[in-house]
T-cell receptor, first 114, second 115 residues
């Protein structure tokens, strides 16, 4: 039961252009979303989050957009840099058995070409 | 400030064996989370400990277990290893008990290979 879906396993963009990473979710009860970035041989690092009361959150080159009616969020990186090449995971806290857990998508591998 | 540390970094075991993975959270963090990332899959939630108690557990069989010590470090134990247990095991820590309020900080992971 994949509650958080990242349907694109990979994305390749040119340096300086915009990267758009997409995430869909099935549980309308989700009210908070997070993006994590993971380099090889390292653990994921928190990137940016958004609450369901907002439709946009911006932090420097990173902006997350939330479309609740479509149950869709996207992460925009502009301008993209080679150092942004990593796997990006979308995540949402889900309630299970009266307690919370983070549910992650399968990730999208972003490659930014110089 | 030191980040989340995990040991060992790599491990090779054979089917049926048992393994213990270790995690030290960031100083001041009381919650520790364990995740499994198998090939081609996202991070799958395994266990969540806070203040020494198991708060939540993912959809994994009972041979996956763990504990949290008074210093908030944690162990993940996997008994009767199976080939499909080969994965990257990630530990994360956070300050509070709510995953919506507190960011989780991840360690580098332990890569387990079961032959």
């Amino acid at each position: 039961d994949q509650q958080v879906k990242q349907n694109s396993p990979s994305l390749s963009v040119q340096e300086g252009r915009i990267s758009i990473l997409n995430c869909d979710y099935t549980n309308s009860m989700f009210d908070y979303f997070l993006w994590y970035k993971k380099y090889p041989a390292e653990g994921p690092t928190f990137l940016i989050s958004i609450s369901s009361i907002k439709d946009k959150n911006e932090d420097g080159r990173f902006t997350v957009f939330l479309n609740k009616s479509a149950k869709h969020l996207s992460l925009h990186i502009v301008p993209s840099q080679p150092g942004d090449s990593a796997v990006y995971f979308c995540a949402a806290p889900a309630v299970q058995g009266g307690s919370e857990k983070l549910v992650f998508g399968k990730g999208t591998k972003l490659t930014v070409n110089p | 400030e030191a980040g989340v540390t995990q040991s060992p970094t790599h491990l090779i075991k054979t089917r049926g064996q048992q393994v213990t993975l270790r995690c030290s959270p960031i100083s001041g963090h009381t919650s520790v989370y364990w995740y499994q990332q198998a090939l081609g899959l996202g991070l799958q939630f395994l266990l969540w400990y806070d203040e020494g108690e198991e708060r939540n557990r993912g959809n994994f069989p009972p041979r996956f277990s763990g504990r949290q010590f008074p210093n908030y470090s944690s162990e993940l134990n996997v008994n009767a290893l199976e080939l499909e247990d080969s994965a990257l095991y990630l530990c994360a820590s956070s300050r509070g008990t709510s995953t919506t309020q507190e960011t989780q900080y991840f360690g580098p992971g332990t890569r387990l290979l079961v032959l």
